[in-house]
């Protein structure tokens, strides 16, 4: 014989629910990435809009293959260690790290290449004349100089503005351009904005007579 047993029916009890988030744990995060997605672009383009205007010396990296999918590599005269080594505070960069004073400055160096304008304004402009090497910005630059900030890589000297983005449908005109004015011995020089920590940024590619926005 069996006998049935009631059971009473457990109770369930309400579950706890999370609580929800302060408001600020949703948004500061978000505000946080936000400012660094602003941050990237901001500098450039407070260099662009504050920076006096240079014009650099230029050269490709491989004169006889200038076309590189969408981009050039650029290099200048001043990205020659060749270039500076004559000027006045070189020596001085080699003497700061305790070291004999040989021609080599050690890789990672930051310096400022303080550039002065030409003396007659042309079209296409002319390159601005490097006349000093220094270790920290000149504080004493005149009206018609700039101090633009490189660091040193070993045998060349970088700048941020060693690659040029192509826009696609001037691709072809550009290289022709190029190789054109290096047959022909043409001026070939970028015009940058350098603003007042040395920061630079391309602004412009004359390749003779012609100019190509950034």
Known sequence: MTSKVKTTPEV?????????LPFWRLWLP??????????????????????????????????????????????????????????????????HNNEPAVNDVP?????????????????????????????????NLTANQVAIKGKVTGNSIVYGLETYYMPEAQRDDINQSIAQAQRDQQRFVVEVKVDNQGRAVPISLWVDRRNYRF
């Open 12 to 20: 369930l009890k309400p579950q706890q629910l999370p609580g929800r």
């Open 30 to 95: 978000l505000l946080f990435q936000t400012g660094i997605i602003l941050a990237a672009p901001a500098q450039p383009f407070y260099t662009q809009l504050t920076g006096k205007t240079a014009i650099l010396q230029t050269v490709p990296v491989d004169p006889y293959d200038p076309l590189r999918g969408y981009s050039q590599t650029l290099s200048y005269d001043i990205s020659q260690v060749n270039n500076l080594q004559e000027l006045p505070g070189w020596q001085e960069l080699t003497q």
């Open 107 to 139: 890789a990672g160096t930051n310096l400022y290449v303080t550039l002065e304008a030409p003396t007659s304004n042309t079209t296409p402009p002319s390159a601005w004349i490097p006349v000093r090497v220094s270790r920290d910005r000149p504080q």
